[in-house]
């Protein structure tokens, strides 16, 4: 699965779109329960404490990830990071390039999956390794669990 990354370069008084495709590292399944231990996936709460949309994004994962934007936003308006959050799409795109420029193995199990994935957003890369605030973490297993059940059951 790919995607396409697209990075901003600012060349002398001009600006340069550069476009790659780069692997995307979080599954669908990840995602929402990503959404779901977050937020419960509820749009309707734009921005609480400073953190944006389903998948409550931050200014600096923003940032960090890339200022993507949603189509005819630019990333230099005013509203770019809080549409793109805000954005569903714009919003899991956002976490894709927060986690290849981040992933990691964060539970020491000699891979990198979901729950480093999840680790990371919500305690930030260079924390991923402490405790997971308990609610937090029980959602996010459970999500994932009934997920892999469900899979199962159609395999």
Known sequence: MYYK?????TLGLGL???QSESPKPITETCLLCMCEALSGCNATAVCVNGACGIFRITWDQWVDAGRLTVPGDTPLSDSAFTSCANDPHCGADTLQNYMVK????CNDDQQ???YDYGAI???GPFNCK???????????KRCLRRAQREQQSTD
């Not at 990354?5 to 370069?9: D, G, P, Q, S, V």
């Not at 605030?133 to 029980?138: A, L």
Request: with cysteine; glycine share 4%.
């Open 16 to 18: 340069v779109l550069v």
């Open 112 to 114: 990198e999956d979901c």
């Open 121 to 123: 957003h919500y305690m």
């Open 5 to 9: 990354l697209t990075i901003l370069l």
């Open 102 to 105: 981040y992933g990691q193995d």
């Open 130 to 140: 402490a405790d997971m605030p308990y609610n937090y973490e029980n959602i996010f």
